[in-house]
């Protein structure tokens, strides 16, 4: 059990589901800056009128990287069957992203958000609107505000912004760059316009404008000249954005435990609001440890006002690490310590100082982070009480967690009530939250295991397998409900692929079919450990001709036999039969919308991106991946 507790820190965790696309429209189409906007916006039946929503808010401002984050109460109109509400836009904002629901489940336009301009007196959106609206579609945004990502349509506003503003430095050079990357100019080319832009002149106090020279010079090869003008920007703007990079850096470059907690401690006072806030101070904490320092840290812990609630919980699990090591009397003193410690954590769970709200999170998002911060704490501090033998404490803490997660309660706090319950003979509770984890999907090998031995010896009537097949069968239907909730409307049209034996695969004659595209290279790590997992999957389906899938080689430096030969250097002696192909052109990503490795594509049989997997996560890849195919197949 012990190797369960800590698993994973789910700070800042909201589970949110997507629902479909309702209409949401605006009193007036060309607001101006400091406008206070009637939001009007109409359910598809996910919404009921009894439910309270809020409008989620993104403002982008002129010259500053982060978006700020608002939330306005919507209120049903019965006589115009809408809900309603009001926002007065700030002053400094040129550009808005918007999106509906009610904490859970939200509804973003398919991940495509609603977008607001705002315009001068003359009628025109305000300089930097088209320009951050390019920037939203390029996958650089936070979480709450992640747009799907369009280079062709981050192409086409940097084109309106540079057509309304030929002076906007920032623009040309996005405008340049993505034109680079998607290979519409070489790089002679390129580094021609880059140098041609910078020598017309820019702001050195506009952070926006220094941002992209600064950006452009190191891609020519002048890091001296892009540093000076960094360090000379942070001189007069201490607490900028640029500021707070740079002092990242610093901390990241520490030399020893001293200076870096003194660094620390400076970064913590500039900068209270970051979101590289709870990062920071579990750097400290790993800091200290390190060292063997633990008092010291729990005494300097205690000195700041206000610390992550995960900080003191990556303290208390130090205290539980080696216990094979250590005596029976040492374990029992060091779980009493873990318990005292995460004390201190729940009671910085607790807090709901709006202080300390990362920028990009409205009110209402940091409210629920919080929330979900405190279920978390709860129940590794339930999971401690339970290795600590104090098993009626155990179960009052985890179900308290348990309610507060509620329909998100993760898996390892299922399994944690489960044993606990067992260890106190209460048999058929823990059967129950057994069955409740499978029909969730929130069970793993050891609560299946659990649902078996409790089914026999409860004695309960019928077959085994029927019993579960029967539970299994409900979670996966309530799963494919939720991912017709979750679907992408991006239609695309793709060119063609090699085979690594020079076989020329056209993605147009697979109209008609499901399509898995799974994009990787030689040089990325995760790609190694998806590329196996996405092998099993194949296997599942390769007798289906309703389903093609292709594994794709992008992004090598590489090209010809030179890239052929690493990329079986790569496999080895591995005996895949997935279809492994190469993209020659590099352009595949770019018209995917894909911006790391590895990444899958799920694509309907009319050609459209339903999903997208960024990234590999080993637990659950295959029901989580066969889901989407799944659901494809029956559309």
């Known amino acids: 059990m012990k190797s369960r507790i800590f698993m994973t820190l789910l700070f800042l965790f909201v589970c949110a589901y997507s629902v479909t696309a309702g209409e949401l429209t605006f009193s007036s189409e060309k607001p101006q800056k400091g406008t206070i906007v009637t939001i009007n916006y109409k359910s598809e039946g996910e919404f009921q009128k009894n439910e309270q929503l809020n409008v989620y808010i993104c403002c982008f401002y002129s010259g500053e990287k982060t978006i700020e984050g608002f939330d306005a109460p919507m209120t049903f109109d019965n006589s115009k069957f809408k809900f309603e509400a009001t926002f007065q836009i700030p002053v400094k904002t040129n550009f808005v992203l918007f999106k509906v629901g009610n904490g859970k489940r939200f509804d973003t336009k398919h991940s495509e958000f609603w977008q607001l301009f705002l ?75 880059l140098k041609k832009i910078i020598k017309s002149g820019f702001n050195e106090n506009d952070e926006g404008e220094l941002r992209a020279v600064v950006r452009a010079l190191r891609t020519l090869d002048k890091s001296d000249k892009a540093q000076e003008l960094e360090h000379k920007f942070v001189e007069n703007h ?45 750097a400290l904490v790993s800091g200290y440890l390190q060292d063997n320092r633990y008092d010291e840290i729990f005494t300097l812990l205690n000195s700041y006002t206000d610390v992550p ?22 374990i029992k003193r060091n779980i009493g310590k873990a318990l005292d410690i995460l004390k201190y954590a729940i009671d910085e769970a607790r807090k709901l100082d709006y202080h300390y709200k990362p920028k990009h999170l409205s009110d209402s998002e940091w409210k629920l982070s919080k929330i979900y911060e405190y279920a978390d704490i709860l129940k ?17 803490v985890l179900n308290e967690s348990k309610k507060i997660f509620d329909g998100s309660t993760p898996p390892d706090l299922y399994l944690e009530l489960i044993e606990t319950y067992i260890e106190t003979y209460r048999d058929s509770i823990a059967y129950n939250l057994a069955t409740e984890a499978i029909i969730e999907s929130k069970n793993s090998k050891e609560t299946d295991n659990y649902h078996k031995i409790l089914f026999d010896t409860l004695k309960i009537e019928g077959e085994y397998k029927q019993v579960y097949d029967s539970l299994s069968s409900i979670a996966k239907s309530k799963r494919l409900i939720e991912l017709a909730d979750e679907q992408l409307n991006i239609p695309v049209n793709l060119g063609s692929v090699t085979s690594l034996l020079g076989k020329e695969l056209k993605y147009g004659s697979l109209k008609g079919k499901v399509i898995v595209i799974d994009l990787w290279s030689t040089w990325c790590g995760p790609c190694k450990e998806s590329l196996p ?32 030969d ?54 659950d890849f295959l029901m989580n991946t066969s889901d989407k195919i799944d659901f494809l197949l029956k559309k």
């Open 119 to 193: 315009y001068g007196t003359d009628g025109k959106p305000v300089r930097g609107a088209n320009l951050n609206c390019a920037v939203s579609y390029m996958g650089m945004l936070p979480q709450n505000a992640g747009r799907i990502v369009n280079f062709t349509n981050a192409i086409e506003y940097f084109q309106k912004e540079i057509a309304l503003y030929p002076d906007n430095i920032q623009a040309q050079i996005g405008y340049s760059s993505l034109n680079f990357d998607m290979r519409k100019i070489s790089k002679d080319e390129f580094d021609e316009s």
């Open 238 to 282: 201490l607490q900028s954005d640029l500021a707070e990079e740079l002092a990242m850096a610093k901390l990241a470059k520490s030399d020893n435990l001293k200076e870096f907690s003194s660094d620390v401690q400076k970064y913590i006072k500039l900068f209270p609001e970051s979101p590289n806030r709870e990062r920071v101070f579990s």
């Open 309 to 330: 609630s995960s900080a003191y919980a990556k303290l208390a699990m130090a205290y539980l690490e080696n216990s094979e090591k250590l005596t029976e009397k040492q």
């Open 380 to 396: 590794i501090y339930g999971q401690v009480n339970h290795l600590a033998g104090n098993n009626d404490d155990a179960i009052k």
């Open 533 to 564: 997992a996405m092998d099993n999957l194949y296997s599942l389906y390769k007798d289906s001709s309703d389903v093609v899938f292709t594994s794709i080689n992008v992004w090598e430096k590489e090209a010809g036999k030179e890239r052929l």
């Open 566 to 619: 690493i990329i079986k250097k790569f496999f080895g002696k591995s005996d895949y039969d997935l279809p492994i192909y190469i993209d020659n052109t590099n352009l595949l990503p770019y018209t995917l919308g894909v911006t790391g490795l590895p990444t899958t594509i799920y694509i309907d049989k009319k050609g459209i991106i339903r999903f997208k997997d960024i990234g590999y996560v080993s637990a």
